[in-house]
């Protein structure tokens, strides 16, 4: 017989967005089941560097951010390329905090879920979500998991669903909502080297410019060719425990995007890296190379239906400017969670949806002109030429490229903000929304 348990909300996938949008419905009282296939603490594929936006979120849940709690808190960004090296500070502004953060994704997402429980919501870990329980109206009405190591069939039921399961999306896939394939898209990939030289930072480091060894300098002689231009883009995170999180990513408007091996990309970068920082000896390497798919600028929608809302990658919320998800998956959770929480203050039927449909409006106005003017960026930037040609004219101007630090991070102030924050914001208004 199929066990059955009842929630107000039922939330799939203990990362980022559905712990955040756990604690937000948990602390207005609502009932909440949140369903988590591993478990912790877990590992997962991600830079661990975390930008104010990310920062401001982990106050709002009031997660303690300082540095005797583990964290490794940075004051900026660190551009690479063009020959320059620049060091950008996070804006100060009213709306974010001025500092990011690193911590290791293995211990990360466990004390968001943490923060959860303790709001209230039920964890229930090792409960793998294998689809949705539908009423005769084809709305979904609960969810089926496959629980334990006998992975013994259980059932959940909730008027409301959220799907916080990742870049797999297997809830929305299982509801027939494909991705769009006229999204950006990225794939990261990524490794920890042990390396004392640069264990600590003030700064997240970001590489525009990534170099292989010539041909001939791979073959051990000295080649008086330059080094060749990769596509793509890099970063080094010191994690302050003697490690270093160090990727790169490529995007689908670049010609190599899924006809390269992006692990030897990987290793031919590091390899021109300086020998005491250890990235380009094996022996100093922590684990394999691994990599996951950024799902970018709406890739997936309706972000609403039938009784289900898409959280964080599961409805494509990455920034396609620079990557970033664990921000735009806990902004969209909490988000989510406040619009959950008035819509089951109203009767089910005409009423509850029509609050529940605010859901994809609001993500719309919020990022929609943002994610367009991304669209674009990605295109022009998957070419390595033109990404040469932009940093060379762009990185010796620190003026400009305080704006585009503003820009590709989307820290802005919405009202009473500088000129650089007027000229963004009115530029988002102004594109189209995705």
Known sequence: ???????????????????????????????????????????????????????????????????????????????????IRLELDWPDLASYPNYGLVRTRFDFDQMLATAATGAGATLLTSHNVSGPVLDAAGRVVGVTAQVGPGKERQEFRAPLVLACDGVSARFALALGMAKREDRPIGVAVRRYYRSAARQSDDYLESWLELRSPAPAQRGGGRSLREDELLPGYGWIFGMGDGRVNVGLGVLNSSSAFGKTNYRTMLTDWLSTTPDDWTMNDESYAEGPIQGAALPMGFNRVPHYTRGVMLIGDAGGMVNPFNGE????????????????????????????????????????????????????????????????????HGMPHPMLMKFVLKLLANLTDPRGGDAMDRIINGLTRMAPAV
């Not at 980022?16 to 877990?42: Q, T």
């Not at 735009?328 to 406040?338: C, D, I, K, V």
């Not at 859901?359 to 930037?381: C, D, M």
């Open 325 to 392: 998800g664990i921000a735009y998956a806990m902004e969209s959770g909490t988000l989510a969670a406040e619009i959950a929480v008035h819509a089951l203050a109203r009767p089910a039927g005409p009423e509850r949806e029509r609050v529940l449909r605010h859901y994809p409006i609001e993500l719309k106005a919020r990022y929609g002109g943002y994610y367009r003017l991304g669209g674009w960026f990605v295109k022009l930037i998957g070419n390595p030429q033109v990404m040469k040609i932009a940093t060379r």
């Open 1 to 83: 017989m199929v066990q059955t348990r009842e929630a107000d909300v039922i939330v799939v996938g203990a990362g980022p967005g559905g712990s955040a949008a756990a604690y937000h419905l948990a602390r207005h009282g609502l009932s909440v089941l949140l369903l988590e296939k591993s478990e912790f603490p877990r590992e997962k594929v991600c830079g661990d560097g975390l930008t104010p936006r990310a920062v401001k979120q982990l106050i709002d849940m009031g997660v303690d951010t300082s540095e005797k709690a583990g964290w490794v808190r940075n004051r900026g960004l660190r551009v690479i390329g063009g020959g």
